[in-house]
């Protein structure tokens, strides 16, 4: 069975561009979680999202940090517009409701210029 | 909040024991623990639930004190694979929203 998927692996842009991180969650799971990793502040959970709902986005940053599930399969982080400060490297991970392992995407490596 | 690892970083023989610690200054339903290497995603490793719990496989168990608020992960004979960063994430309810410590990066030697 195919893991976590998420695209694109690596992203560099220059500040102000609008930016789409994308996940598709292993078939079968319904709870979602958007992760940002840096050495300043370790892994934080950003928000995620159980049947493609949104429970808790408390940790979005700001304005600028958008999350979409429209469907079980697919979800999208966009950053609008980006930030230096922005550059970390994203995790995807998804789960079946209820159960105790999240499984990672291999994570996007986003490079804001 | 997030909880506090210890230590941050250890450098072992292999063989050699480790003990990292995670302590929480919020009442913990379950602790998780995590172990990354360089460039990849986190690997889960287990996960502990109950106060005074103790889970292991092969040569990594764990232990939770639940008055304590605190888990504590126990590598024995450590091999050159055990290297990475490890983490714990705590939850204080049943819908497992983790928050993770700062880490712990291990280094084994030969």
């Known amino acids: 069975d195919a893991g976590v998927i998420q695209s694109p692996r690596h992203e560099v842009t220059e500040m102000g561009q609008e930016v789409t991180l994308r996940c598709k969650p292993i078939?079968?799971?319904?709870?979602l979680f958007w992760y940002r990793q840096t050495m300043m502040r370790g892994l934080e959970l950003l928000i995620y999202f159980n049947n493609n709902v949104p429970i808790d986005d408390s940790g979005m940053p700001e304005d600028r940090f958008s999350a979409k599930m429209p469907n079980a399969s697919f979800s999208t982080l966009k950053i609008q517009p980006s930030e230096p400060r922005d550059s970390a490297v994203y995790f995807c991970a998804s789960r079946i409701a209820g159960a105790d392992t999240q499984y990672f995407g291999p994570g996007t490596r986003l490079t804001v210029l | 909040q997030q909880p506090v690892q210890s230590p941050q970083a250890v450098i072992l023989r292999e063989g050699e024991d480790a003990v990292i610690n995670c302590s929480s200054s919020?009442?913990?339903?379950?602790v998780h623990w995590y172990r990354q290497k360089h460039g990849e995603a986190p690997i889960f490793l287990m996960i502990l639930l109950k106060g005074g719990e103790q889970k292991g496989h092969d040569k990594i168990s764990a232990s939770f004190n639940e008055k304590k608020q605190q888990s504590s992960l126990y590598l024995t004979a450590s091999q050159l694979s055990y290297s990475g960063t490890y983490f714990c994430?705590?939850?204080?309810?049943?819908?497992?929203?983790?928050?993770f410590g700062g880490g712990t990066r291990l280094m084994v030697k030969p």
């Open positions: 919020k009442a913990l339903y379950s």
């Open positions: 994430g705590s939850s204080n309810n049943a819908g497992n929203m983790l928050t």
């Open positions: 078939s079968g799971h319904n709870s």
